[in-house]
Nanobody
Framework: QVQLVESGGGLVQAGGSLSVSCLFS????????MGWYRRAPGKQRELVASITSSGRTNYADSAKGRFTISRDNAKNTVYLQMNSLQPEDAAVYYC?????????WGRGTQVTVSS
């Protein structure tokens, strides 16, 4: 059974940086596509960034140039480095793992950006 645990959320001032991490518990992390979604109050969940098992990345337009997703297969961890954060980036950030029909989600970590 796969479990995902996010960490690293918190409060940051506008223009600041924050990194969130997701620890994958289970087997075969390296063959999973991983990614981050976020949900802000009153808004729909949106994909922020994803990374395939081979390391190919994809970003939402809102994240391009500011956020970087990466993975460390030795540590079973996926990271999201967020720079130049703005109040509109405030949300609960959720990690997910996908392999074919199998999909798993973490419980989320709160990111708050003060203006």
């Amino acid at each position: 059974q796969v479990q995902l645990v996010e960490s690293g959320g918190g409060l940051v001032q506008a223009g600041g940086s924050l990194s969130v991490s997701c620890l994958f518990s289970g087997s075969a992390f390296s063959i999973y596509a991983m990614g981050w979604y976020r949900r802000a109050p009153g808004k729909q969940r949106e994909l922020v960034a994803s990374i395939t098992s081979s390391g190919r990345t994809n970003y939402a337009d809102s994240a391009k140039g500011r956020f970087t997703i990466s993975r460390d297969n030795a540590k079973n961890t996926v990271y999201l480095q967020m720079n130049s954060l703005q109040p509109e980036d405030a949300a609960v950030y959720y990690c997910y793992a996908n392999r074919g029909i199998f999909e798993y989600w973490g419980r989320g970590t709160q990111v708050t950006v003060s203006s």
